[in-house]
């Protein structure tokens, strides 16, 4: 039957419809004694608790090197499903627990497939980092051995670490993608590489690693990502920027003599309310040493910290500093999300109109308007929340007035 793989490939797929958790269909005829050795290894592996995907590989290595290549049995098996699918209810022998896989690659493609399954673990909770990792550092060890390592082995080994949160490592193996000469990696390796270059940059910064070296360090991703939008700009690499300027603003607004620490500070915690309110993201739980958002309540103590100038280095009664004040109440009040006694909407104008009294150029205050005007839009398209659109308009409204 010439399209015999059609008829594995069909009923493999119908299978997996009704429910059947794996499936291996030969897609043509196959040795018997090669078959036999197959299936001995496969089942030998799932009986003693080995993932799905991991067996058929181990099962087709071992039927490749007994025909010495020379047969393709090996290949003949079209798999479907769960590649992490385990037997349950066997018994396993003590040892089961702390049985670590070899492994051997003869081709390229095998290490691809190990390492793409690897970064897919990531994303669940059944495996531990250490143990990832430390899986990692073997297939790359096989790799070696092999000396089989290409531009994609070398992407998704990148890859494999960023998703560890290796950065160091991950960064490195990104610049040897980048310094071979006759590479085939993806654009998404350049994107990966600016966000993880970024991410570091913060890391170290929270550990206290040269916190000014870490601004340049950052401004370069920023140049990186505005040369990849420069070429073909895209929705994901302008949220790379926006995330890469985010973190650029949480280092920023903490360095000693900065006087617009308190702007930095509301815009950014301003853009990630809008996102918790818009169901995008959320609030953590506990403060993290190395993420970039705090928690609700460390993002209010800092505001009030620096409105009522225990953080506040520069007591200037300039227009910037005054409406930056202005700004961080405006910011505290969507955080809390509703009117107070103590922080309402006549209270927030009235923090304006403060600062307008004073000085400021129409310029100045033009921004601001177009300011509000920003999260007038995002509570009117991206969130709806009429009480937060009604006090914004009500403020806007208010500073209308002093325009000449």
């Given amino acids: 039957m010439s399209n015999r793989y059609k008829l594995a490939a069909n009923i493999g797929t119908q299978l997996i419809m009704n429910g059947v958790k794996v499936v291996i269909a030969a897609g043509w005829a196959v040795d018997d004694a090669n078959a036999l050795l197959f299936a001995k290894r496969f089942y030998s592996e799932m009986l003693r608790g080995e993932e799905f995907g991991k067996a058929i590989q181990t099962a087709r290595a071992e039927a490749f090197k007994a025909s010495n290549?020379?047969?393709?049995?090996?290949?003949?098996?079209q798999c479907y499903g769960d590649p992490f699918f385990k037997l349950t209810n066997i018994p396993r022998p003590a040892q089961a627990k702390t049985y670590q896989r070899q492994y051997k690659f003869l081709i390229a493609q095998e290490?691809?497939?190990?390492?793409?399954?690897?970064?897919?673990?990531?994303?669940?909770?059944?495996?531990?980092?250490?143990?990832?990792?430390?899986?990692l550092e073997q297939i790359i060890a096989a790799v070696d051995k092999a000396g089989i390592r290409n531009s994609s082995i070398l992407e998704k080994e990148a890859t494999a670490y960023?998703?560890?949160?290796?950065y160091e490592k991950a960064i490195a193996k990104f610049e040897?993608?980048?310094?071979e000469e006759k590479a085939t990696f993806t654009v998404r390796a350049l994107e990966r590489y600016c966000n993880i270059r970024a991410k570091l940059c913060v890391k170290n910064w929270k550990a206290g690693k040269n916190r000014k070296a870490?601004?340049?360090?950052?401004?370069?991703?920023?140049?990186?990502?505005?040369?990849?939008?420069?070429?073909?700009?895209?929705?994901?690499?302008?949220?790379?920027?926006?995330?890469?300027?985010k973190r650029k603003a949480l280092m920023a607004h903490r360095l000693p003599g900065n006087r617009k620490r308190v702007h930095t500070l509301s815009n950014w915690l301003e853009m990630e309310c809008i996102l918790v309110d818009a169901g995008k993201k959320k609030w953590p739980a506990h403060a993290s040493k190395t993420g970039t958002m705090p928690t609700l309540k460390d993002a209010r103590q800092e505001l009030l910290d620096m409105i009522t100038g225990k953080a506040l280095e520069d007591n200037s009664a300039d227009f910037l500093a005054e409406i930056s004040l202005a700004n961080a109440q405006c910011c505290l009040w969507l955080l809390d999300g509703k009117n107070s006694a103590g922080l309402n909407e006549k209270i927030l104008l009235a923090h304006y109109t403060s600062a307008w009294r004073q000085s400021g150029s129409q310029n100045k205050k033009m921004a601001d308007i177009e300011h509000l005007d920003f999260l007038i839009d995002a509570y009117s398209d991206l969130v709806k929340k009429p009480v937060v659109l009604k006090t914004l308009r009500y403020i806007k409204s208010g500073l209308k007035d002093f325009l000449r």
Avoid at 69 to 76: H, L, P, S, Y
Avoid at 114 to 122: G, H, R
Avoid at 216 to 243: C, F, H, Q, W
């Fill in 162 to 166: 960023a998703e560890l949160n290796n």
């Fill in 69 to 77: 290549g020379k047969d393709n049995t090996w290949g003949a098996y």
């Fill in 176 to 179: 040897d993608l980048l310094d």
């Fill in 214 to 245: 870490q601004l340049v360090a950052i401004g370069k991703v920023i140049d990186d990502i505005n040369r990849l939008n420069a070429m073909s700009p895209t929705a994901e690499r302008y949220s790379l920027l926006g995330s890469a300027y």
């Fill in 111 to 135: 290490a691809e497939v190990e390492l793409s399954n690897l970064i897919s673990k990531a994303d669940t909770k059944s495996y531990s980092v250490a143990a990832l990792e430390k899986d």
